[in-house]
């Protein structure tokens, strides 16, 4: 049923709702796969799975937005039969955003919810390092300092030469985005941070305010950029709460 080519579905069991799921850079399905356990038979888990990485590992990377965009809502298109809500974790939550304003552009059933996690808000948000036209051994250490990648994977030539070009491309989607103004969504946003994230700051991340008619949602959790993982348990439970009790959304 799922998508074999842009969406990994972590289970073949159907359920009552659909949560598609966008990496941050460089992360691919693996990493968000174990999620499905800890959210439950009520939530059906469907991973973006991106040209350049994981099992599209040696397909040319994309590093233009709008084409990207276009793919994962055409991807989904047969799947908003039933309730469902997009998250995203740091690039993965400004997907997240496009790809929510374009199914709504499209005229498609909206997301019950937007839940974005280690990002500032896309017109607020500011690029403070550009990586992705760095040298191959700059842009591998500019990777040791941000975080995210195995050391082990830093330290093996072979492997990074494999990596550092959906790397490059990921990193060029988040800084080369232009925010283009619209109306703000009608749907819930959940907004999730950590207190030491060295590359988001708390005052840009209430941006995210200005892209929905409806209340935004903050939790902070204690932690890094990689909040997520230490946290998953709790993070997962929220979702799933969540979930079951954000209202439809009407059009």
């Known amino acids: ?126 690029v403070r390092q550009v990586l992705h036209d760095l040298p191959d051994a700059e842009l591998i250490e500019a990777l040791r300092d941000y975080g995210g990648t195995p050391t082990e994977l830093l330290d093996d030539p072979e492997m990074m030469a494999l990596l550092l070009p959906g790397l490059r491309a990921d990193f060029a989607l988040d800084e080369c985005y232009t925010y283009r103004p619209g109306a703000p969504l009608d749907l819930p946003v959940h907004v999730l941070l950590a207190d030491r994230d060295p590359h988001v700051e708390p005052a840009r991340v209430a941006g995210w305010s200005q892209e929905s008619s409806r209340p935004v949602q903050r939790h902070v959790f204690p932690g890094d950029h990689f909040f997520l993982f230490p946290h998953q348990a709790t993070i997962t439970a929220l979702l799933a709460a969540g ?7 009407t059009r």
């Open 1 to 126: 049923m799922s998508d074999p080519l842009w969406f990994c579905r972590a289970s073949e069991s159907a359920a009552p709702v659909r949560l598609f799921c966008f990496p941050f850079a460089g992360g691919n399905a693996a990493a968000f796969l174990p999620w499905q356990a800890l959210l439950g038979p009520d939530v059906e888990l469907w991973v973006a799975q991106l040209p350049g990485r994981g099992a599209r590992l040696f397909e040319p990377p994309l590093s233009d937005l709008d084409e990207l965009v276009g793919e994962l809502t055409g991807a989904m298109a047969g799947y908003t039969d039933r309730p469902y809500a997009l998250f995203g974790h740091s690039l993965g939550a400004l997907v997240a955003f496009e790809v929510a304003r374009a199914l709504h552009r499209d005229g498609r059933p909206g997301p019950r919810g937007l839940w974005v996690a280690g990002a500032e808000g896309p017109r607020t948000r500011s």
């Open 243 to 249: 979930l079951a009790t954000d209202p439809p959304v």
